[in-house]
Structure formats: structure tokens, C-alpha cells
């Protein structure tokens, strides 16, 4: 069985989001943001204590973007993988990696240094700074990409590549940067949330019962 550890809507969601559009059977864990404070119990299964950590058997994984790839590939390709040898998969992976390392990391400094840290420790320059970093890659990245009215980032289909930037996008409308997605990017982000695997994923962390220490 897979057991997911989860906080509602933070990176984990991608892996979420990836079980339900491949309706794979698991357990969902419920976390308190930050559970390093709020279940400090879990540093026995995360030592970093982040979210997410995907438990399949021996397998511990603590990287949603690995996290989704795994799953989509683990018992064999899915519409979800783009395989060696697809013209695509290039792309595929580095979109994968682009959702994360390009566009959820700096939205979390502005996260931080805007919303989280106690007001005298916030550091509005560092925010609005990492704010305009974040706009300029959607910009040049995403919103080039789709520009010509693709529906899907690569290989003509929804893949776990959408789910990684949809997740930053879900994350940016959080964050109140929203307002500010180019047009095609909007659209883009309409289309992800009409996915029946994104409303299902919704609905499971809104039903989850929280985890108890
Ligand atoms: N690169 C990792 C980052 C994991 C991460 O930092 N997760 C955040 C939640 S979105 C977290 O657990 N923050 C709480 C903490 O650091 O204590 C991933 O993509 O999963």
C-alpha cells in the first residue's frame, strides 16, 4: 500500500493530485503545517521534516516532483510518463523539474518572507524581489511554451509535467499572485482544475481525517 504524508495543498499535492489521476489505491496522512512544529512525532518518519514522504514498501520518497515520476512509472509507462526514445521526454523531465526548482522555490521565499515569519523578522525586498524572479520565468517559460495554443506542456497530452507546474500555479494563486497570470497561462490553469483527478484530489485532503500523533 502507498501512504502519503500530506499538508493541505503544499508541495505534496502533486503527488496527490498524481494518485487520484491514476487512481491508484493509498493511505493519506494529514499533517498541521509545519509538522517539523505541529507533529514534531513525524521527524521519526522525515528526519527533514517536510512534506511530502511517499511510503511504498522500502521505498521512502521525500521530492514531489520525483514522487510524481515515480508513480507514473513505477508499474510500467502510463499516459501520465513520456518514455525514452519520445521525442518529448526531454522536454517532459525538464518541465517535471521546472515546476519545482524554477517556479514553486522562489514562491516560497515570498511565501516566508512575506506571510510566515513574524512581522519584525519579514523582509519585503527579498519578497517582492523573489515575486518578480517567479513572474518573469512564467513569463518566459511557460507562457512562451503555450503561446502556441497547445493545451499540455509537452507530448500532446496531460502528463505528470502539468501536474508539477499546475501545482506552482495553485500555489501562486495562494500567495494572491494569480491576478497577474498571462492570459494563456490563466486558461492553462483553468484547464488543470477541471481535471476530474484534480477535483478528486481536492476533495481527498478536504475529507482526510488529520493524522494523529
Ligand atoms: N523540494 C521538495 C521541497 C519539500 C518542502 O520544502 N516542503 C514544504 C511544504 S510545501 C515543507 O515541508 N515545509 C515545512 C518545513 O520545511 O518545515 C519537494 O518538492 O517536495
Redesign the pocket.
Known sequence: MLTLYH?AD??SFRCLWTLEELRLPYELKLLP????WRQPDYLAQNPL????LLVDGEVRM????AITQYLATRDGPTALSVAPGDPDYGAWLNWLHHG?ATL?FPQ?LVLRYRRLEPVERRLPQAADDYARWYQKRLEEGVARALADGRDWLCADRFTVADISVGYALLLASSLGLGGEFPPVVADYWARCQSRDGFRRAKQAQADAPPATG
Open positions: 499538508c503544499a508541495r503545517f509545519p509538522p517539523r521534516g517536510t512534506i511530502p521525500t521530492e514531489s516532483a519545482e514553486t516560497t
